[in-house]
């Protein structure tokens, strides 16, 4: 290969590299593993465990609710277990163990060491490998997957595997929920956005590790995290276009599982049952080849499969659903509107627990998203885009039948609830007062036969991007 120096600078070149060379001797090694442990100095020694149990967070934090739920999980609703933080990198201030610090206030917490590994070579770090293997559930922290994905082959990925196996559990945040996906997006080559990858799906900032965490009732899966707030459904769209014409998933079909910031987090049990908590998540079904996935061209790509697990949603890993979702295409690198928003196209029937998102313009009754056909209970979502905002969903209730309605409405903005006859009239209002403050209807049909009613949920004051959930149930 051609030298980029010319006979000019060479001379100069060459007594900077001496001088670099110098300053590199007199730098100080590495900095070792750091450990700090955090509540009793020994392990819990118990013969079984009732796990696995998964976290997978949208951020780097923990999320209190899903934690705590894969902690009763692991211990059978008693005793104790240890915890394990593993870290690439220290926090650049404030505590040095933020996620222990929130983990030890936790009930059913003995200890929760954290480890602070900055090499590849840490994986075979004698201590750490026993504080994983004696510990029953292991968090990465956020930072940098590549730093994760290093670890693969190494003695602490067969530790960490062994914690899973004994009914043990793993998650993480950001790159920790990363790094918990049999594919990985190891952003070794830098980070992408989803206009970069929708551009180009063998961009050289999209790169994978495969091969690394296996674990039961999630195969097939990418990860990614900050879903809805950086806008990432794009690239995780060129990310499975990628794994189905790669072959990195098997059986033809990618899934990608998205968690939102800001206390997102998809807990997953033992037998694959997910449930989401705090803000969305989403799953996203690519089960053909791309119509287009090559080097340096856009992607086109039609009719991936999405589902928007909000607060209190489930979806089960283990028995995927064929029902509930909505579908959005790219073409030639240009994604449909609404990626984060849709209408399903089929729905889930009487096995319950479906949703429905929004779709605007819903807001007369001549516009009403129908759900005459959700399961009970099912989910109607939505956002108060504006202070003048108002959705409608249309319900059906036959002779005799209860409809009870319960909205969680976010702190963004105040809403209220109102549930009309198909002539628009009021026939029974929720007009609690406050932003973030949850608004009830419940209404029972005395009259003959089948009638159409209006969930309608109103702006009171305020507007934003949150979204307000109402559950709806037929009784």
């Known amino acids: 290969m051609t030298s980029r120096l010319s006979r000019r600078t060479a001379p100069l070149a060459v007594a900077l590299i001496a001088v670099t060379a110098a300053m590199t001797i007199q730098q100080p090694a590495h900095a070792a593993a750091d450990r ?66 929130s983990v030890t206030g936790l009930t059913g917490v003995n200890s929760c060491t954290t480890w602070t590994l900055t090499t590849a070579a840490d994986g075979n770090n004698s201590q750490v490998n026993t504080d994983v293997r004696n510990a029953e559930f292991v968090y990465f922290a956020g930072g940098d997957q590549c730093r994760y994905a290093a670890w693969k082959g190494t003695p602490l990925e067969a530790s960490v595997e062994s914690v899973v196996a004994k009914g043990g559990g793993s998650g993480g945040g950001s790159a920790g929920h990363h790094i918990n996906s049999p594919v990985v997006y190891d952003a070794c080559n830098g980070s992408v956005t989803s206009g970069e990858a929708l551009a180009n799906p063998y961009d050289r900032y999209i790169s994978f590790t495969t091969g690394m965490f296996q674990w039961a009732n999630y195969g097939g899966v990418v990860n990614d995290s900050h879903f809805v707030t950086r806008d990432r459904m794009g690239r995780t769209m060129a990310f499975l276009a990628r794994a189905v014409k790669d072959g990195l998933t098997p059986g033809g079909a990618a899934w990608g599982v998205g968690v939102e910031e800001g206390g997102g987090s998809l807990f997953i049990d033992r037998d694959g049952r997910a449930t989401q908590y705090g803000k969305d998540a989403y799953v996203v079904l690519a089960d053909h080849q791309p119509e287009q996935a090559v080097d340096r061209k856009p992607l086109t790509y039609s009719g991936f499969k999405i589902w928007r697990l909000t607060p209190g949603a489930t979806f089960d890993f283990k028995n995927r659903p064929t029902c509930g979702y909505y579908l959005r295409s790219v073409t030639n690198g240009v994604p449909d509107a609404n990626l984060y928003n849709g209408t399903p196209v089929t729905n889930c029937g009487s096995s319950g627990g479906s949703t429905l998102a929004e779709s605007e313009p819903n807001d007369t009754r001549d516009t009403a998203d129908d759900a005459t056909a959700l399961a009970s209970p099912g989910s109607v979502t939505g956002t108060m885009k504006s202070t003048s905002d108002r959705d409608y969903f249309k319900v059906g209730l036959a002779s005799g039948q209860t409809a009870s309605v319960q909205c969680a409405v976010p702190a963004a903005y105040d809403a209220d609830a109102y549930l009309l006859d198909s002539a628009g009239s009021t026939l029974e209002r929720s007009v609690n007062d406050g932003a973030g403050t949850d608004e009830n209807l419940t209404f029972t049909r005395t009259a003959s036969g089948t009638g159409t009613y209006y969930v309608d949920v109103e702006a009171y004051s305020g507007s934003g991007t949150a979204t307000y959930t109402c559950t709806l149930t037929k009784s």
């Open 36 to 101: 700090i442990r955090l509540g009793s100095a020994s392990d819990v020694s118990r013969a079984s465990w009732n796990g696995p149990a998964f976290t997978m967070n949208g951020a780097g934090g923990v999320v209190a609710a899903s934690m705590t739920r894969a902690i009763d999980d692991i211990r059978g609703g008693t005793g104790s277990i240890d915890v394990v933080v593993l870290a690439g990198s220290a926090p650049t201030s404030g505590s040095k163990t933020p996620e222990c610090d």
